[in-house]
Structures are given as C-alpha cells and as structure tokens.
C-alpha cells in the first residue's frame, strides 16, 4: 500500500485526499514520526483539511506531543463551528483522557464567542437552519450556564418566530429539546 501511495504521489504530489490516506496508512502502522511528517505536508497544502487535524491530533498524543496533539484536535474544531460534532467529540475525548476539563471549559467559552459573533453577523436571518443558535445553546449547556441557555432558547425562538412569519416555516424541534434538556437538568 505504501508503494501505491509513493506512486501516486509522484503524480500528484500535492494531492490532499492521498496525502492523507498515506498519513493514515503509516499512523496505523505505528510509524507515527513518518505520518506526522505526511500530516504536516498535508496542512501546509490545505490549512482547512479538518481530517489532516483530527489525526495530526492523534499521531502527536501518540508520540506524546499533548499540547500539540490539542492544539490539533482544536484547529480541527474550530475550522468550521457549524459542523463541528464529530471533531469536537474526539477533543473532548482527548481532554477528558488527559483530565484537562479546565481547558476543555476554555475552549467552549472560546467557542461560544464566535458563535455569538456568527449570530450578529448573520441577523437578520435570511434563512435559518437552527445551526447558529443550536451550537451557541449547546455550548451554553455544556458550560452549566442555564440561565443563559434558557435565554438563549427564547431569542432563537423569537428569531425563529419571525422567519416563520416571513417565510412561512416551521418551528425548529431541536431548540425545544434544548429546553426540555434543561427543565429534565433542573429537576
């Protein structure tokens, strides 16, 4: 396998998808110093290549980088707050493992800000998938700021209300699960 990589690389050298799948190949191989090598080749081509972060993030706690190896978890966080579930999940796996909770909270707090700036910059909605305010309320739960969170759910819902208005929509279910979270919480 690592021959047909070194081939097409050849060809392509600056090809992304290849350049991962090699990195890939020799991290699982347990050659880890030569995936980080492919890894940062590899986000020196593309800086937005979230998967190049998540597993950059992996090879580094396996060689044990942890500060970097967080710092990668996070770039692959934070490359898009709006789709950012699966990479959050092994960050916070991360952090959990290295009992850093305190640096997770910073991370949300960071988070957080810029899902408030995406919100301003985004009213009025001109369109509204419940992502802008979803990831801001999630945070906000994950935080313990109920109170917040609870004021949150009513400004997305009276942003919501509005849209629907204009748009004729539907309301979004998920802002209501938040809600409920919340009430089943404080019970």
Do not use: C, H
Request: glycine content about 4%; proline content about 2%; cysteine-free.
């Amino acid at each position: 396998a690592l021959y047909a990589y070194n081939n097409a690389l050849n060809i392509t050298p600056d090809d992304k998808d290849i350049l991962y799948q090699k990195g890939r190949f020799l991290a699982n191989s347990e050659k880890f110093q030569d995936s980080l090598e492919i890894l940062d080749q590899l986000i020196q081509i593309d800086p937005e290549y979230r998967d190049g972060w998540r597993l950059r993030g992996f090879v580094l706690k396996k060689l044990g980088d942890n500060e970097e190896a967080f710092n990668s978890y996070k770039k692959a966080v934070y490359i898009d707050l709006l789709d950012q579930g699966y990479y959050l999940k092994r960050l916070e796996d991360f952090v959990k493992e290295m009992g850093w909770k305190d640096r997770m909270t910073a991370v949300y707090e960071d988070m957080l800000q810029e899902e408030e700036k995406n919100i301003e910059e985004n009213l009025p909605l001109d369109r509204f998938e419940g992502g802008l305010y979803n990831s801001k309320i999630e945070l906000l739960y994950k935080l313990g700021r109920d109170v917040e969170m609870k004021w949150a759910v009513e400004e997305a819902n009276k942003e919501i209300e509005k849209f629907n208005q204009i748009n004729d929509l539907y309301r979004i279910e998920t802002i209501n699960e938040y809600k409920l979270a919340s009430i089943l919480r404080d019970d």
